[in-house]
């Protein structure tokens, strides 16, 4: 910390002696002292006019031996930068037992290099109630180490509502992790302090993001204003993809459950966090951080002009976060530019978030050259994208490591690419060792593999936690793979949750699991909503068949979840929806449903669907479903043709489809296609 801030803040002008307190010079000099004031001849030609009619007056004054002039004059003369024409006046009026000479004259000094015998003076003045000199004082005892007595002097001006004081004893007690700090940087900024608004502000908005934390808000991500709320938006070629396949790795599969293939990370980006409300009308620790900051950026403070932004977007009101993203960009910062850039890109201006985009990453913000990467990437500008990450990397942001070995992975660059995530991950990124743990699977390297998703485990990475579950399930280590799987789903992976559920519906433990199909059917799984909907429909009566005159009963919780899963492919829970919509007699929507599972391949849908098309009188249509599902192994579907063929008196036909019954069951369908065959035979050979 440079001792010697605006030298205009410490120029005083006051007295020693009560008796000229309140007279004309006191006032004048009052203004002179007044914080953030321009310095002497500093302003336009009107202050430069009036500059120099008061310093002729108080010359004149002072010649005749006024005291007050003479002070006045030594501050003009001293912010106006001429030292040898101050110091005869300061001098003299300090003789006379003026404070605010006297706290000139240690100013004059200071600048001088004799700090000693300025500290002497602003000993004085500030002896005689002095909070300019006190102020002085204080950072002068700081600057040489002596905390005690800079504490001592910072305070005695800080208790004089000195606010230079105020701010510079919140700093010295900030430096110790005092509680106190708060206070004085409080006090500062309520007297217009913008530095003091700013820091009380960030210091506000720590303590939110503790409050939440300590509120099990997992969802509330605070503090991230510090990398201009949005931190990157890498992407791979054509990318945009939430989970990076790994491609021809394929995970185990759950009891019963699909294939899960592992997940090698997707680029990082920032989580938007949502703005504590005050309740009952009071402000909350967040509403009153952003108003501090907007005190400070009304004031020119750039970065505080930043955080606000990123409030102010994070509660929706994206146009006045707009306002001072802008604010600060102009100003110079590239944090602000970048932020801006992806507010304009998620309204749709690309090309104008292009431009901040480029102003940021010029100005070196790694988060900007990552986003610039990504764009290109999706227009496919290989070539280009490379360029900025490796200018995201040249900058610091490790991410443009990350980014390359995604961009290198999309191309099939495998040695590149594994290059490019070790970097990352021996920089600590987590994703990227859990990609490059990923590469190394793929080329048959588990052992190799296995630190890497350990470590990104360990730092956070919820895909490496999903992976190092893989990992142990192959090795048919379900208890360890468990452990990595609850931990994931506990983070929020849809997948993870997935397999707790299955293996709780394993154990037995129904009402954990159900806790689990919950969370991974709310997230997108398919297979979760079928599984959820299969336990919820196990507890419901059989439903008996609809009477005549009574109105369609309403669709269950259970038929829900059905539906969600047939609306995203599920065959197994089409086929489903299609039988309760049945059994409550609305076969149109059976008839969709089990046509959808069967032109999906299943072959329980397409029997169905021959069911109901041979009760609508079409056994032509219903033959060719039913053939298609005898074909896919489905023994009813064969025992039905061979029943048909008997009608039609193609007894051949019917022998051949009593055999394929008989071979594929259940053990009553091939009972019945048993007996329907040496019938067939006799008739034959009769």
């Keep these: 910390m440079e001792f010697m801030g605006d030298r205009a803040t410490l120029l005083e002008t006051g007295r020693f002696v009560q008796r000229h307190a309140g007279d004309v010079a006191d006032a004048t000099s009052s203004a002179v002292a007044a914080d953030n004031v321009d310095g002497a001849g500093g302003g336009g030609s009107a202050d430069s006019v009036e500059t120099a009619g008061a310093e002729a007056r108080h010359r004149r004054a002072a010649e005749s031996g006024d005291t007050a002039s003479m002070s006045v004059l030594g501050a003009l003369l001293l912010r106006g930068g001429d030292l040898d024409g101050a110091e005869p006046y300061l001098r003299a009026a300090t003789a006379e037992g003026d404070r605010a000479a006297a706290n000139n004259l240690g100013v004059l000094l200071h600048q001088r290099g004799y700090a000693d015998e300025a500290a ?46 105020a701010y510079a004893l919140a700093d ?15 006090a500062a900024a309520e007297q217009g302090h913008r530095e003091a608004a700013y820091r009380l502000a960030r210091a506000l908005e720590r303590r939110a993001a503790e409050e939440a934390r300590a509120g099990g808000d997992v969802g509330l991500v605070l503090g991230r204003t510090e990398n201009a709320a949005r931190v990157q938006a890498q992407g791979r070629a054509g990318g945009g993809d939430a989970v990076l396949a790994a491609g021809a790795v394929s995970g185990t599969s759950g009891a019963g459950g699909g294939a899960i293939g592992l997940a090698a990370g997707a680029p990082a980006s920032a989580v938007p966090a949502p703005v504590a409300g005050g309740e009952g009308g009071e402000l909350s620790v967040l509403d009153e951080a952003a108003q ?117 992975a999309a191309q099939d660059r495998t ?7 070790r970097r990352a ?70 997948e993870a949750a997935l397999q707790v559920g299955i293996a709780l519906l394993r154990d037995g433990d129904e009402q954990a ?52 899963a047939a609306e995203q492919g599920h065959r197994r829970a089409q086929v489903r929806v299609g039988m309760l919509a049945a059994t409550r007699g609305d076969m149109a929507d059976a008839a969709r449903w089990y046509r959808e599972a069967a032109e999906a391949g299943s072959r329980n849908g397409a029997f169905n669907l021959g069911l109901l098309l041979a009760r609508e009188g079409n ?42 019954a008989v071979e594929l069951g259940p053990a009553e369908v091939a009972e019945r296609a048993a007996r329907l065959r040496d019938a067939l035979h006799q008739e034959l050979t009769a």
């Design 120 to 165: 002497g003076w602003w000993r004085i003045a500030a002896v005689a109630g002095s909070a300019a000199a006190a102020h002085a004082l204080g950072r002068h005892f700081r600057e040489r180490g002596d905390e005690p007595a800079a504490e001592y002097w910072l305070r005695q001006s800080a208790e004089q509502g000195h606010a230079l004081g």
């Design 172 to 186: 010295l007690l900030e430096h110790r992790s005092d509680v106190g700090a708060e206070r004085w940087l409080r």
């Design 292 to 408: 501090w900051y907007q005190q400070a950026a009304a004031r020119g403070h750039r970065r505080a002009a930043l955080h606000l932004g990123a409030i102010l977007e994070k509660r929706g009101e994206l146009k006045e976060a707009g306002r001072w993203y802008l604010t600060s960009a102009k100003d110079g910062e590239a944090r602000a530019a970048c932020a801006l850039g992806f507010l304009l890109r998620d309204a749709g201006d690309e090309e104008s978030a292009a431009v901040w985009w480029l102003r940021a990453a010029q100005d070196g913000d790694g988060n900007a050259a990552n986003a610039l990467g990504a764009l290109h990437a999706a227009r496919g500008e290989q070539q280009t994208a490379e360029r900025w990450y490796r200018a995201a990397m040249d900058a610091g942001d490790v991410n443009g490591a990350y980014n390359l070995g995604l961009l290198c």
């Design 415 to 421: 040695p590149q690419a594994e290059q490019w995530y």
């Design 425 to 494: 991950a021996y920089a600590g990124h987590r994703e990227a060792a859990n990609a490059l743990a990923v590469l190394l699977l793929q080329a048959g390297d588990a052992t190799g593999a296995e630190p890497w998703f350990s470590k990104a485990a360990e730092a956070g990475s919820v895909d490496a936690a999903f992976n190092l579950g893989i990992l142990y399930v192959g090795r048919d280590d379900d208890r360890t793979a468990l452990s990595w799987y609850e931990r994931a789903a506990a983070a929020g992976h849809t």
């Design 513 to 564: 699991a159900e806790r689990h199909l919950r969370c991974a059917a709310g997230g997108g799984s398919a297979e979760a909503a079928f599984r959820l909907a299969t336990v919820l429909d196990s507890r419901q009566p059989p439903p008996g068949p609809p009477a005549l005159g009574e109105p369609m009963a309403e669709k269950s919780e259970c038929e829900e979840w059905y539906e969600r």
């Design 619 to 660: 056994e032509r249509e219903a033959a060719l479903w039913w053939a298609r599902a005898a074909r896919a192994g489905h023994g009813r579907a064969a025992l039905r043709l061979a029943l048909l063929a008997a009608r039609r008196g193609e007894l051949t036909e019917g022998q051949r489809w009593c055999a394929r």
